[in-house]
């Protein structure tokens, strides 16, 4: 289950309790799934197979089917669906294109980080009423957005589900998800951290803006705004069209590491808790930081106006760095080479040292302890 | 895109449009996000694998990656939460383990079509609000249910998605649905339908109710009942407990199947459509039955009420019959046996001949042509 917690926060800032997200009512729900879930693991036995017992709370479950590892996940854009409709209200365009990539990145992106190749992805497009469907214009962008997004990181769209659930989704509006699977093949390939260790370095790839989490922060800072989601940024570029760039896909960078003989130890999806998913892996190591990327605009903005010190933004948002990879110290210039060539940009920005259970962001003077991040 | 057409009713009875679902607005959508994926599945060479086309249209999308096949599939529960939310402020009781067994065999149900072995299940459970997850008793049940359906399938529950989508979905409700991956190995398994042909038998399999198709024409009818929900079907059993009887599993019968030898040619999941799902196959035969299971006490209030002839309940609702295997002649009284075994009534109903591609069920004097199901 990845629901996942912010910690909390206070004073004059806007926290992500603020905008309407309550982890505290989800979290025994979540918990009473991954125990009940856990449980079924040993079901593949009968089939002549076995779980990956180290994927459980990982960011995609996987199966040892024999000759590869079997990938899979479901996941969901979340509340950015909103802010596109908010902007379609105020420019007549339609931003469905860009969340159709937000859609499947936050699958994709999920998945290759236990180093499997996506194959296939199905489409969940759950609205509010038949009515939804007929604005051909919006339909329209999300079908080919859809398929750009699946054309970039060379999946197979196998189908999906378009159900119109009056009275279960908002009239209006449309629930977007995607479920994909994929495989690790070679074997060799499986990056759930077994080989993550001290020496290691880490590879920040960036992002292109606030990617979909963050987003009920976002638009809950819509009411400080003086123009709301028409408020500029930056010069000719508005706060709305800044939250929807859309995120960047990272599966054609991990391809090409494949290609290139690089094996990534572990790999982080920096999305939810922002910089605190560099803790994700359960190994006891400290992960320090000496560089960080640029801050997108967005981002920027995003934090001077909910008035978060970098503490707090870094543990929320991504600030500019959307994807981590850990790999061997020798490999790490040549997985920032391979990122820049496939078009985005890498840094390699720390290494992983024997230590505490922490990540030091050095150039920001932040610490976050082994209690910053609890996804078990 | 497996949201489906219903044919236009008309007269005095209660039609599927009159009960709030607009097929003609969502199918442009439908046929472009259609053809936009087939035209993904070339991207699967790159990975040196390749799509099965037959898959295309069918219930779940298969993949030839070698060894054996892969296939995947996402299904929602549809509005069958609505009569379970509703119940639950009439009873006290919580429906919710029932309903998540729905779920889950909207998705084992199609997946097994193709003849795969279900192995992974994720679960998408979008809440219109953190609260929603605050309700231990329903979320207990959701989550009890959901593991049973997992056990009784011998399906490892990979993980999933619990958002809290406030003003995406509506507040107090819950979006439910499944995602499955398995295979089909040995990959003779595969039953797209090469191998159907005359003479061969139809056997069906039992339904337990209504299933999870026809809710909104089940919903819609309520108003016309004198208790509601509450009105008998039948002497100590409610209009709403007998429609929230779970959806049969019958992934258990498939894989005993495989067990005893038997292969089936084509399998047919029914749900939308109700029986006209047995024109499923593009291949032009004749389909004859000979015999109609027992119609359970809920689809007979149900025809009964909303004044539908047979052919109108048959065209829309499973009426007893929720799956259908095409199986060699040879194999029927066995594969009747072999599901009868597995604690499932079935009988061998009728059979496959030469002629023009429609469906005669006999005993009701009911043909269904060519027209009667457009699918791709």
């Known amino acids: 289950m990845s629901a996942t917690h912010p910690t909390p926060s206070d004073g004059a800032s806007l926290s992500y309790e603020q905008a309407g997200v309550n982890y505290e009512l ?3 729900l979540k918990v009473a799934a991954q125990r009940a879930a856990a449980a079924t693991g040993v079901h593949l036995a009968a089939h002549g197979f076995q779980e990956v017992a180290a994927s459980r709370g990982e960011s995609a479950y996987v199966v040892d089917v024999g000759p590869f ?34 859609t499947l990145a936050m699958a994709i992106n999920d998945l290759i980080t236990v180093g499997a190749t996506p194959l296939v992805v199905q489409a969940y497009w759950a609205a509010g009423g038949s009515e939804w469907f007929a604005d051909a214009q919006r339909a329209g962008a999300l079908v080919d957005g859809w398929k750009r997004a699946c054309d970039a990181c060379g999946v197979a769209w196998g189908g999906g589900e378009t159900p119109a659930l009056v009275g279960i989704v908002a009239d209006g509006r449309i629930d977007l998800a995607a479920s994909c699977t994929g495989i690790v093949s070679p074997k060799q ?21 606030i990617h979909a989490n963050g987003l ?15 408020t500029p940024v930056e010069p000719g570029l508005s706060y709305g069209d800044a939250l929807l760039a859309p995120t960047l896909l990272y599966s054609p960078v991990t391809e090409a590491l494949f290609k290139a003989g690089i094996t990534p130890h572990y790999a982080a999806n920096i999305t939810g808790h ?11 190591h400290t992960y320090r930081i000496h560089q960080v990327p640029p801050v997108p605009p967005v981002l920027k903005f995003i934090q001077q ?29 040549r997985t920032v080479a391979v990122a820049k060539a496939c078009g985005v940009k890498a ?17 920001l003077g932040i610490e976050f302890g082994d209690d910053a991040l609890q996804l078990r």
Chains 1, 2 share one sequence.
């Open 189 to 209: 390939r499986l990056s759930l951290g077994e080989r993550l260790g001290p020496g290691d370095a880490i590879v920040l790839l960036e992002s292109s803006g």
């Open 216 to 230: 009920s922060l976002a638009r809950k800072l819509v009411e400080r705004l003086p123009q709301g989601y028409l």
């Open 347 to 363: 840094w390699a920005a720390g290494h992983v040292e024997p230590g505490l259970k922490k990540l030091v962001i050095e150039p």
């Open 26 to 28: 989800i979290d025994p």
């Open 69 to 102: 590892y079997l990938a899979s996940i479901v996941e969901c854009l979340g509340s950015k669906a909103l802010v596109a409709d908010e902007m379609r209200a105020l420019t007549g365009q339609s931003y469905y294109g860009a969340i159709a990539q937000d």
């Open 305 to 333: 106006h909910a008035r978060h010190d970098d503490r707090e933004a870094y543990s929320t948002l991504n600030m500019g760095a959307g994807f981590a990879l850990f790999v061997a110290a020798d490999d790490a210039e």
């Open 274 to 284: 922002g910089w605190r998913k560099l803790l994700r892996h359960p190994a006891r």
